[in-house]
């Protein structure tokens, strides 16, 4: 079935370090991509998306880019901060409209230290 | 900048007992979607809302659960009779009808003892 597989974590980088969390996914026609943060207590919060092949999203310094090629969408930051220290979710879903639900990878724990 | 709602933060119960959570979404929005989240797991969709209808569902999503737009600003998620294998985070979400973009709350804790 559709799904979303990220990489385990937790992920313990140190400030200013690159960042990239991968994530891939199985699913049938073009579904939209999407990360999600959660902060400690907090809700998800949309980090950005990408709908189409190739297309690049980018929000607060984090980019991804959506490869059909390689069914992936890795989340990369060059330089992380303290303040980035979250929970990081990949999601998809299968059709570009509303209504539609998200399915979630497991989500994966940065931690930055300074 | 607008944002989806939620009370209570945090709620107890007893097994057996029913519940209703509470959502207020994003006042421009036609479409309504709970998630739960079991503690060390996976957010799992549960049901969607549109023009005061269930539009989708999973399984979880079975005769125990319902959803209610009961006036014009709130959406409700009811557990009819609790069970401990409830206790999860459930967060509401709304989006507009032109994309695929939700908009999350912050979510309620449901412990059920």
């Known amino acids: 079935g559709d799904s979303v597989t990220q990489m385990e974590g937790p992920v313990t980088l140190s400030e200013e370090a690159f960042l990239t969390i991968n994530c891939t996914y199985t699913a049938t026609g073009y579904p939209s991509l999407f990360w999600y943060v959660q902060y400690p207590g907090e809700g998800l919060q949309l980090l950005l998306k990408a709908t189409k092949a190739d297309d690049k999203g980018s929000n607060k310094g984090f980019e991804a880019t959506y490869r059909k090629e390689t069914t992936s969408f890795h989340l990369e930051k060059g330089s992380v901060q303290v303040s980035d220290s979250a929970v990081y979710f990949c999601a998809l879903t299968l059709a570009n409209q509303a209504g539609t639900a998200l399915i979630f990878g497991k989500g994966t724990t940065l931690s930055v230290s300074s | 900048e607008p944002e989806v709602t939620q009370t209570p933060s945090h709620q107890v119960t007893q097994m057996g007992q029913e519940v209703i959570l509470r959502c207020v979404p994003i006042?421009?929005?036609?479409?309504f979607y709970w998630y739960r989240q079991i503690l060390g797991q996976k957010v799992e969709f549960l049901v969607s809302f549109y023009n005061n209808e269930i539009s989708e569902k999973s399984e979880i999503f079975d005769d125990q659960f319902s959803v209610e737009r009961p006036d014009g600003s709130n959406f409700t998620l009811k557990i009819r009779s609790t069970k401990l294998e409830d206790s999860a985070m459930y967060f509401c979400?709304?989006?507009?009808?032109?994309?695929?973009?939700?908009?999350f709350g912050p979510g309620t804790r449901l412990t059920v003892l």
């Open positions: 979400a709304s989006s507009d009808y032109l994309t695929d973009t939700q908009y």
């Open positions: 006042s421009n929005h036609l479409y």
